[in-house]
């Protein structure tokens, strides 16, 4: 019998199943909370777990196997694979980052576009008959020459920071430390950014360290013609105070592709007419997931071959 060394967990779809189907014998567990289900005999013999998705994955789903060395997660966000708890058992984690920067930053100049000039508004419009019988869209904000914010220069922060720049835009920025860039102005802490900018985007990693590093208190500094883009976390925001902020008109809106507890994200959202949601589709290509996948599998490779993995996260 083939020893099965590969158990694959989440939502992959069927072109990803296939691609480990075709490189290593797998069994399917569907979150990290079915892998003790999994036969005792099969699991003892798994050294590597492909993982995908936003399930919590922790040490108590970890020590039923064993003979666990690699957790491979699928997204450049690990923050659903708990790392201390995998160090400490000595697993390695690897992630998939730079393959998807492009999408991610893409996605978001897309939703402030489509949030400042109100194109899903237009869209409507337009569809429904409403602009031939002679309704004209009102009149909206111009983005191109404003004042924006990065909240987190890492990977993602810098392409988007890099396309808003073309569009002729002042960018300014807050991460822990100050980095080479062509004159963009460094803000020590996200109050300070907020109060300088119109446009606040959100770029930093997700998990417990930044929770709610968007505070009410970065919210209130942006002030009334403050517009919120996230395309990191949900968890980065503390979005009841966002939610307040865009019901009172605190802030003038939100471009979203993130939201806590998703995909049942607050109900409030629904209600908002300022607002333009994304269900979380910031790397979701053919082109980036194939890319995504093509690394995650390397790393599972490299790992099974003893070689240095790819993309270590511990
Ligand atoms: P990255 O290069 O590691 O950049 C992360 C940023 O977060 C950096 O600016 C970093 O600050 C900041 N940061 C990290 N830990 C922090 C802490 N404890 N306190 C304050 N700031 C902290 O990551 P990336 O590749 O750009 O990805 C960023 C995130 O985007 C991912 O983690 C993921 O959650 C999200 N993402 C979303 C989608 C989507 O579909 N919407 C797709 C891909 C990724 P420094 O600059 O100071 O180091």
Redesign the pocket.
Known sequence: MTEVKLLVCGAFNDEERARFDANYPNIYAETPDDIAAVAEDIRAGITAVVFKGHAPFGGAAMDPLSGLGLIANF?????AIDVAAASARGVKVTNT??V??DD?AD?AVGMMLAQTRNMVEGDALTRSGQWAAGTNLPLNRKMSGGTVGIC???????EIADRLAAFKMDIHYH???E?ETPGWTYHADPVSLAKAVDWFVV????GS??EG?VSAEVINALGEKGIICN???GSTIDEGAMLDALEQGKIAGAAL??FLNEPKIDERFYALKNVVLQP?????THETRRDMAELQLSNVTAYFEGRDLVTPVN
């Open positions: 997204g450049v966000g690990y923050d980052p730079n998807l920067n991610v996605l987190g220069m890492g990977r993602i922060g810098r991460s822990r430390s980095k770029a930093l990693v997700g360290e930044t590093y395309i990191s976390r592709d993130v979380h589709q910031g790397s979701g």
